[in-house]
């Protein structure tokens, strides 16, 4: 449908709209016929487009995105991770799968840093033992987590579960509530920063002399025995634990802003490195774009940096603030999309399989 409007006749019809909005009149009334014959539709009529002039060209000679020589290859039986890694689409996330996996060992051959920003649905699908393998064998270099992570990391120490069931216990007033996670987990957090810790310095040696029945299984405490350091970042009002009386405002703000100085310290080391932000959707991506704002302000360079972003959807600030915003002109950034509980263990494979 196409329209013909003349300035006059919009600005006409404008004030006699206001007008009739006062008076109550109707807008027909206050207009001459000549302004509403204008804004009259002009209709098309049925005409069949003529295609006896449209210009064609050879497909050899186009240039296609897509190339037979990059399709999946048949996995072979008994080829094992690695070829089933090498069986994807050379294109695409499958390509991207690789290059990841490629930055990451070539992180670790020299010596560029490797540094996992874990959110808690990390932890509580149970990937720890998966992560504690990947330390062990030196594919982490320091760890960053938010408040909920370290408190199911905590919770399955002690007991060997964790994650309420959110609608069960919110209507008698029991979301929250256990204490051991209130009362010992502040208490580690209160103790460790007044002995100028950081929040996940702090927790991860407390746990260690605790030496809890399902230790074995913590992140944290793992990271305290094998000397990477664990650094927890804290919105405070959003974390079970600050509902507690044990709760303190100045160890939490204190031994968080302590744990993003450390932070900081982790990703000025990235020349040549590698930030994984697995899970975490607002918190971790915000305080890492910070954390490169303090690095590139003290002139140190970041060169060849590769992050990754891998969750099971594509969000805003993680694609920004970890993807493309910190690689523009330096290095990298990708994004795997897919659960934590399949992509996390299938990149580890990939890391592990020669």
């Excluded at 874990?118 to 320091?142: C, N, Q, W, Y």
Aim: with cysteine.
């Amino acid at each position: 449908m196409r329209w013909l409007f003349s300035e006059t006749a919009i600005s006409y019809q404008l004030s006699a709209l206001s007008y009739q909005l006062t008076a109550s009149r109707s807008p027909r009334s206050l207009i001459p016929d000549a302004h509403f014959r204008i804004l009259c539709a002009v209709p098309f009529s049925y005409d069949d487009f003529d295609l006896s002039g449209v210009a064609t060209y050879p497909l050899a000679s186009r240039k296609s995105k897509a190339h037979a020589s990059e399709f999946a290859k048949v996995y072979q039986p008994g080829s094992g991770v690695a070829g089933l890694v090498a069986s994807l689409p050379a294109m695409l996330a499958g390509e991207d799968f690789r290059a990841v996996v490629g930055a990451v060992r070539a992180a670790r051959a020299s010596s560029g840093g490797m540094l996992w920003g874990l959110g808690a649905h990390v932890i509580k699908t149970g990937l720890a033992p998966v992560l504690i393998d990947l330390m062990e064998r030196g594919f982490v270099s320091a760890i960053a987590m938010n408040g909920a992570g370290i408190i199911h990391d905590f919770e399955v120490a002690l007991s060997g579960a964790t994650s309420e069931e959110v609608e069960d216990a919110l209507g008698p007033g029991r979301f929250g509530m256990a204490e051991e996670t209130g009362t010992l987990l502040n208490a580690a957090i209160n103790q460790g920063v007044a002995a100028g810790k950081g929040i996940g310095q702090a927790v991860g040696e407390r746990l260690l002399e605790l030496s809890p029945r399902h230790g074995a299984l913590s992140l944290v405490a793992a990271a305290a025995r094998l000397g990477v350091p664990v650094t927890v970042h804290v919105a405070i009002g959003t974390d079970i634990i600050h509902m507690h009386p044990a709760a303190s405002g100045a160890a939490l703000g204190e031994g968080s802003l302590r744990d993003f100085r450390y932070f900081v310290s982790n990703v000025a080391r990235l020349r040549g490195g590698v930030y994984l932000n697995c899970g975490s959707a607002v918190l971790l991506p915000e305080v890492f774009l910070k954390a490169v704002a303090l690095v590139r302000n003290r002139g140190i360079s970041l060169d060849g940096l590769t992050t990754v972003n891998l969750d099971f959807m594509r969000l805003y600030r993680p694609l920004t603030n970890v993807v493309s915003r910190p690689t523009a002109g330096i290095g990298k950034g990708y994004s795997l999309v897919g659960h934590h509980e399949l992509m996390i263990p299938l990149l580890a494979a990939a890391l592990i399989e020669p």
